[in-house]
């Protein structure tokens, strides 16, 4: 009985995604196109997973259960996808004359920047859309209140928002009083005050020269500059996240509100990426460092959900390779939540881990996906080409993908 309400379940949501996907024309969110036409590509923004609060972009509370379009982009050659957490871009390859883009997917909320400009949607308490207000926002909405400053790359915590301008320069934004014990996100943002920001502000910190890197959690942030030193601040009750050692201690609440550089790294960083509980950092010279409570959340930690992706739930103390990858080439990995996803030079999507929301874009899924499965696109008669995944971000319960729709 259980399992024929769940089969009658699906049948209802494909056909409303079906039907929704067929009569509802794909917004163009965003075109720049040189004189030469012949130099255009077009890009298609998808999302799936639960949508409850808006953050899949489609209008409605919905839930999807494979990718589905939000938004098309027309842009011209070259463009660029900014550096994330996940992906380590050549220093030769870094700066380039045309269009970059970045995708985030935070608890509740999804943000896209193309071409200096930041869309966010999703839910809005706390304020962590950056417009002002609390109010839950449906629709990739453009933010304008960051300046003149063109935006370079967003990161989306749990309650709390941050993005990096092409000046190097951090603002952030957002923080439930009452989801963070009365602290302010335990001062995830950086403002050496533990207050609520409705709107961007300013980082102020102590590092010379310009930001180039930024990534963020649930409730702490890091930052790089541009000569590789790391800035960290947020929550950091006792579990060494923020890799500051002993030293003063939090200023707060089990938070630090003033962006500390972790003086414990002797060679410069080239990446960093911010879990719930940890910190992991990408040298110059490939090496990978991290810090933190490796014992939960780790990709070689807790696997109680499947994310770690090697066909059980056991935890692993020492990184393993993923035998169902092995035999691929990785260019882009992304973990949020409990799930998991890589994106292969062929630009081919798989995804692994906690399936119970969809979140992992493949129809009939166990709620524990513990190896890696390919995410499949539907495919319609718009006259575009195949998907070529670029980039893929994964929140708690929903995902989303820029793929490119013609060769480039």
């Keep these: 009985m259980l399992l024929r309400q769940r089969l009658t379940t699906l049948t209802r949501q494909c056909r409303h995604l079906s039907t ?112 002002g207000h609390e109010n839950s926002v449906f629709v990739p909405s453009l933010n304008p209140y960051l300046g003149d400053d063109p935006v370079q790359c967003v990161a989306l915590g749990g309650v709390h928002s941050v993005a990096l301008t092409s000046l190097g320069k951090i603002f952030t934004w957002a923080l439930s009083l009452k989801v963070c014990r009365g602290y302010g996100g335990f001062g995830a943002l950086g403002h050496s005050v533990y207050h609520r920001e409705l709107f961007p502000r300013l980082v102020e910190g102590s590092w010379n020269g310009k930001i180039r890197h930024i990534a963020t959690s649930g409730t702490h942030t890091a930052a790089i500059t541009e000569s590789g030193e790391l800035y960290t601040w947020g929550r950091d009750e006792g579990d060494g996240r923020l890799g500051l050692g002993p030293g003063p201690g939090p200023n707060e609440g089990g938070g630090l509100s003033i ?43 807790y696997g109680g959900h499947g994310q770690l992706g090697h066909s ?31 994106i292969t030079d062929k630009g081919k999507l798989y995804m ?45 319960s929903h995902a989303m993908c820029l793929v490119s729709r013609s060769c480039c």
Excluded: M
């Design 259 to 301: 962006p500390s550089k972790v003086k414990a790294l002797p060679v410069s960083v080239a990446a960093v990426s911010c879990g719930g509980f940890f910190t992991t950092v990408l040298t110059e010279e490939g090496q990978l460092w991290n810090w933190g409570d490796e014992g939960k959340v780790l990709s070689w930690g």
């Design 352 to 396: 692994w881990g906690n399936a119970k929301d969809s979140q992992l874009g493949v129809p009939g899924l166990p709620e524990v996906q513990l190896c890696p499965v390919e995410v499949k696109f539907l495919t319609e008669d718009d006259g575009l080409g195949p998907h070529k995944v670029l980039s893929v971000a994964v929140g708690a």
């Design 20 to 131: 929704s996907s067929s009569s509802t024309k794909i917004p163009l969110l965003y075109t720049h196109t040189n004189e030469n036409q012949n130099d255009a590509v077009t890009l298609q923004l998808l999302s799936w997973g639960r949508g409850a609060s808006g953050q899949l972009g489609g209008g409605i509370e919905e839930v999807r259960l494979y990718p589905a379009p939000v938004a098309n982009l027309s842009l011209s050659l070259p463009f660029t996808i900014s550096q994330t957490s996940g992906r380590l871009v050549q220093k030769d390859s870094e700066v380039g004359s045309g269009s970059s883009l970045n995708i985030s997917c935070g608890l509740f909320h999804s943000g896209l920047v193309v071409d200096g400009k930041l869309w966010v949607w999703g839910k809005g308490d706390g304020g962590r859309l950056g417009f």
């Design 312 to 342: 059980s739930t056991e935890n692993l103390k020492v990184p393993v390779v993923i035998e169902a990858l092995a035999d691929k080439r990785v260019v882009y990995i992304a973990c949020g939540g409990s799930s998991s996803a890589a």
